[in-house]
């Protein structure tokens, strides 16, 4: 009985080390499930993630440079993707000190909707040019723009505000939409028939066993320490979500 409490806190501990992020277009790398696993085979893990990385589907994403200490960041309020920008720590004064939290250097992607006519037109070496100008009045490093999925990539040392302002640089032209990713494609999942209705399991088949294995409990005796710890289900369900909400396994409904 007392290995059991001791698991129970052991994952009590775990769960409040956690990064939140509830966004269901958001997700990162590792997924929390993964973060969940590692840190319970590993304690202290979370804090010395090696390139740490949040993304929006459609929009970007950004990855942490190094090691990141992920412990309880509100990664929904922290990062924030915007068409065509990125902003991290939008409230400056809960801004850490530079190469603290997330605000650190990374490499930034972002998806930019340029019109193919543009592109057809010739006017690649313009929009290259615009673009590593429009990086380094920035502050930022200039990587590359891939014309043929809209990939525009720099470095950052620390964070504010980073994109491209449409309005100071309008010889180039924009698509109106913003056609957003499928998170399957995103996630290296299949992707379903369209006319077949899809849902997200936030659990997922593998997380009945992940942890358990890494505490040395069975399944069983995972399922009873988490109805002790959770007794509405409710409370469970918040709990399921939160663990795996960002690596969203999408299933056919039968």
């Known amino acids: 009985m007392d290995g059991d ?33 590692w840190e319970a085979a590993d304690l202290g893990y979370s804090s010395r993630v090696p390139d740490f990385t949040v993304g929006r589907f459609g929009y970007g994403y950004v ?3 190094g ?45 930019l909707r340029v019109r193919f006519l543009s592109l057809k037109e010739g006017k690649l070496d313009d929009i290259v040019k615009k673009l590593k100008e429009s990086t380094e009045r920035q502050g930022a490093r200039f990587i590359s723009f891939d ?39 995103m996630n290296g999942g299949e992707v379903s028939d369209v006319d077949e209705e899809i849902y997200w399991d936030p659990v997922g088949p593998e997380l009945s066993h992940s942890l358990p294995a890494h505490l040395r409990l069975d399944p069983v005796k995972m399922q009873e320490m988490r109805m002790l710890m959770f007794q509405e289900e409710d409370e469970i369900d918040d709990f399921n979500g939160y663990l795996c909400g960002t690596n969203h396994h999408l299933v056919k409904s039968t």
Not at 10 to 24: A, G, T, Y
Not at 169 to 177: L, N, R
């Open 5 to 37: 409490f001791s698991s129970c806190e052991i994952w009590r501990e775990i769960r409040s080390s956690l990064p939140v992020l509830s966004l269901l277009d958001y997700y990162m790398e590792p997924c929390l499930k993964d973060l969940a696993a």
């Open 63 to 65: 990855r942490f440079l």
């Open 67 to 111: 090691n990141t200490d992920v412990r309880r960041l509100d990664i929904d309020r922290i990062v924030k993707f915007n068409r065509h920008e990125l902003v991290v720590y939008e409230d400056e004064s809960s801004k850490p000190e530079a190469g603290q939290g997330l605000n650190k250097a990374a490499e930034v992607t972002l998806i």
């Open 147 to 185: 014309p043929l999925n809209g990939e525009w990539k720099f470095l950052v040392d620390h964070f504010s505000r980073f994109g491209f302002n449409e309005e100071e640089d309008d010889d180039i032209v924009m698509d109106d939409a913003t056609p957003v990713q499928n998170p399957v494609d």
